[in-house]
């Protein structure tokens, strides 16, 4: 860890005016040779993606190769890596002169947190302290697409304010960040928490939104002309917003317990997207003189039942439960775009491109609390006796925790999510002064692909 | 179903000057919580989806959580969810005026459509009449997506035509028939019609094609140069065009038997669509003085492969066989479109915006008597004994049936697709006078996603 | 055999100004034909996709449907099939003036070459001696995606300076001269290189790149206005990208050993491809003055970490060892594309229109030869006695060679597929003469989809 701290402290408090073309390749030769480094001293194959699976397999009484997690976790992992690197980068699209930005810097940093994720998710859940290994196999990678996309929800906020260098250094303490608030919020609080709506949409929010505040710039007004969509981008958004919606019961079931468990929160999240779209319309077609859609609602409240569904969809939330979830966020959303937005741009000097306060934050604190209030709700005659302890896992120094007290610690989960996100974002100014003084937004024609020195 | 009928009413019968403005947030509103109270009353998971699957295990011998019907048809699904939503949208796209509105209320009407389809379908197949519910798991949403689907083909007929509220109706009353039609068809009739052949696509394009029969409106011919395409508008169709492509396999195998029946079909339709293409761009070549090819066939003509082999493909249709339907079927489907479209425009007055007469009535109609004949020819010496059975399910009150009696029931079945897919489109003028006023197609740029009143 | 060899010669050896009106059809239906034929004589289901699957179960005691190879293969199946169509077909729509050409063309002959390579691949591998057929399942079809994936890398070096005749002449010597070299490589040598960084990218590559050679047209500079890329070109360019970029993994591990061998693969082609973003980026900032980056080397040199592992992905490369491949496969690609592309250009009258040097030539031989290293670095104390054997299948009469020996083996096969690469494309002169004159390249808009006689 020593090296990359070092890579870490190297580029975050560089002088501010570096030229890009030396801090951008600096930064990821250096970061990646940290990695490599890291991943040579730390990181192996777990049992099922070893060669010694043969003989493990033997000594567990394991009969068929189809046992093995891959078979279990591999579909959906893919449909998250779509949702990471084509849903969340074609929905940056929609800026006319930041297609580029907005596709090719989300694969840059996705690239880059991946690889962080895993060493900082394995040193906090599962280092082998006896090794001083962390095995890794499929379940650690859609691990380390969930802890990223909190990073990616961020740039959603800062789209087009910001050099690719401040994205890698948001990145990296973002996912540093995100691994500390999951430790503490799904092993010492015990929480339940599959598709993230605390630990990634609530955080990511946040974090995002408090980095917009530490970089507001007063004459960003002048470039606003610039910020908007021209119509064959918002189709692209398009791309991004129907991969994010329709891989979204992959993305909440990815690493929920085997057989029903997959299978409950993949049906939820579907019935709480659908009836989403349908109040996400409604509210905007009301909200225009002529009855009109705005594409911006259309891309984006449209999801909103898919982040509010991240935690209670394990549970027997009930169908009906997951529907009317949807139809309260694509209202809550949508009101969102239309009313909080513009009030955070005008009042408290808050810039969000991308409206991830309305996408992400709002609706992913409320997904905590929803999945507080039906972890409380729960019941040995709903749940059945076994199928209540291995939904929550009340097990081992758990086993006397009552779904009440589960509920509690569910909504001090969001709580903590809601203060890392919101702290960790504000700090991003301490150690970066030059942060603020990032002269380029949208102020020339992006046909290159460039980014100016920041 | 009280509630439903009553919005159902509402809306359907309302004068036909509304304002969209009102009228669209009203049908979403009140639909939506239609859904909320059906789903309320009827909807519960079933047994694999439910935390008593830890019971249920135990209690029929299942040895691992990995033989949970999730891990048999999830892959599949999400493969036909984005051909729902990703292909048809993007396949709508090709107007150069109407990119928005084609993926736009595609994604609107197949988010209530599957709603409305998990309760239709409900009630005719999976009613448990003890208890009054229906239960749900991950074949349900499969088989909402291809209820769906009907309708979305009849909007295919329709883009750019009517407004999202008289979309909204079509769906309703749609998928309404769409599970009467399939209750007939599959159960009354007891067909195979695993990829629907017959009960989705042949059904879906006639009553799209009778719908708009029911709209011709006579001065359409002035926006005639607004019904035309741009490069880029045909580049996004072709997303469209390759998703429904690569995953009709996945389409057609989703819900047919397990093990040897989703291979078998996965493999016949791969087989058929790759013909399709050659034989599509060889008449399309052919068709034009200089050898040019037109965009309009490879985006539709080329998918009618897939279409035609709906039925036929879980059977023992063989490998060459396969070959043979694409083969046709590319080369009906482009003479549809060079000769049939414009013949049903000028003498019959039937405006086919997308061409679902050529990529779905009339493939989806030979797919159903393909099938028919395949399952004529059925025989012990080609399937072995409990192959024919379980592929055919001669069990219970049908355990007599012989594959030439089948051949025949397939036949009707494709019969009674047509007539409901016929009237049922042409009932559509009957509560609704005003449908034939309507009085925007492309008489604007429709750049902020606008719709107009209807 | 023989019906296709004559439809060969017909179209192979015919004058060179033939109406593309003729020469098309004439090409898709006569092949398609003898696909038909060729299907009818040889082609079968296998045991797991025939409707004998149920007694063929109970003969070798499978307990459940789910052991079918199907279940363990489709979901990968799907990601290469979108990887082939999608992928490689977007990456091709850069050229602001051939989109369509780029993703219409790919479709027809990849639609020819699967079911060519079926047949290529099944006689060299797989036929039945006892009855003459060649019995296909789930593993048929993604060997017969990655066989036109050969051809379709070829495509690249060619793109916008051939005639689809041409192209699907390319496609069925490549397809044939694939099965081939696959046959000595991986029957005879008996190597392992199951994501085809030898078989597939390397041959590919370097057929390709020959071919161009062969091809090249002294006036091309003229055109060279032409050879460039529009915004919107350029983000369609990168769908393709992230579609090839993200499921390289599915690709790598799509035909693997059951359990481990999947699961080892994917986690190493994730890797290596996540390293990989970060030098090209690097190397791409680092190249122009102003740090801009361009879009060439993120849309291609980021999927060399890919190429480049697909033989020592199913190895115990470890996982910092995939990390190192990625990061010199990213610079080695990044500088081809910066110095390499304009020397060929210039002094050896190569013209590579995508680069495919520097993509899938040089990084598949790379591949090839770390294949070899880590091979013959294997050991039985890293991969135990029965995973040692497993992985490299040392057994029949391969039992006794030894890990250093394989790493010989490996060795030969990269430059037997170098070798049917070069000579295999450079034949390519002899039987078509007028290919030097083909007199198209971007010499008009291409807005129709047109193509001019060749």
Redesign the interface.
């Known amino acids: 860890m020593g090296n990359c701290a070092q890579g870490f402290k190297d580029f975050f408090c560089r002088p501010k005016n570096t ?4 801090s ?3 930064v ?2 250096v ?3 940290a ?3 890291l ?2 001293v730390f ?3 777990n049992e ?8 493990h ?1 033997k000594s567990h009484n394991i ?10 976790r ?3 992992f ?2 998250v ?2 949702m990471i ?2 849903g969340f ?2 929905l940056m ?1 929609f800026l006319k002169r930041y ?2 930005g907005g ?2 810097f989300n ?2 940093i996705a ?2 947190g ?2 962080w994720a895993l060493l900082m998710q394995g040193w906090f859940h599962t280092l082998d302290h006896s090794t001083g290994k962390i095995y ?3 379940e650690s ?1 859609i691990n380390a697409d969930f802890c990223t996309a909190g990073s990616l929800i961020a740039y959603g906020a800062l789209l087009g304010k910001v050099s ?1 260098v401040q994205l890698m250094v948001v990145t990296l303490f973002g996912v540093t960040l995100f691994a500390v608030e999951e430790y503490i919020i799904l092993s010492l609080l015990h929480c339940r928490d599959a598709g993230g709506s605390m630990v990634i949409h609530c955080f990511g929010g946040y974090y995002g939104l408090a980095i917009s505040w530490v970089l507001y710039r007063p004459k960003l007004h002048l470039s606003q002309r610039l910020n908007g969509s021209v ?2 981008s ?3 958004a ?2 991004g917003t ?2 994010l ?3 979204w ?2 993305f909440n079931s990815a690493i929920t317990d ?3 468990g ?3 929160t ?2 939820n999240t ?2 709480a ?3 989403c ?3 996400s ?3 905007s ?2 909200s ?8 911006v609602h ?1 891309q984006n409240a ?1 999801l909103a039942g898919g982040v509010a569904m991240g935690t209670a969809a394990e549970f ?1 939330i ?3 439960g997951a ?2 979830v949807g ?1 309260c966020m694509g209202i809550i959303s949508t009101f969102g775009y239309l009313f909080v937005t513009p009030f955070l741009e005008k009042y408290l000097k808050i810039q969000d491109t991308c409206g991830v306060h309305n996408l992400h934050a709002v609706p992913g604190m409320l997904g905590g609390f929803i999945g507080a209030i039906t972890a409380a709700a729960a019941s040995e005659s ?3 006796k ?3 302890i ?2 929550f896992d009340f097990e081992g120094s758990f086993k006397d925790r009552t779904p009440g007290t589960q509920g509690g610690f569910q909504a001090a989960g969001t709580c903590v999510s809601i203060a890392f996100g919101l702290v960790g974002g504000a700090l991003m100014r301490i150690p970066n002064t030059g942060f603020v003084n990032v002269s380029f937004l949208f102020n020339r024609s992006e ?7 920041s």
Chains 1, 2, 3 share one sequence.
């Open positions: 030229n890009v073309r030396v951008l390749p600096a990821c030769f970061w990646q040779i990695m490599i480094i991943f040579g990181i192996r194959y099922e993606a070893d060669t010694h699976w043969v003989e397999k009969t068929s190769d189809i046992e093995n997690d891959f078979y279990f591999y579909p959906s893919q449909d890596h779509v690197f084509v980068g074609f699209t297609s580029f596709v090719g694969f840059l690239s880059f991946v690889q890794i196999g499929v990678l690719p119509y064959h918002d189709v692209f398009m791309i129907l991969f919606w329709m891989f019961p992959s085997h057989g029903d997959q299978h409950r993949a049906i579907y019935l997207l659908a009836s779209v349908l109040t319309v409604a509210i077609s009301m225009q003189k002529t009855g009109k859609l705005d594409m259309i449209t027997m009930t169908p009906y529907l009317i139809f709903v749940y059945g076994e199928g209540l291995s939904t046909s290159n692909f460039s980014v100016e020195q």
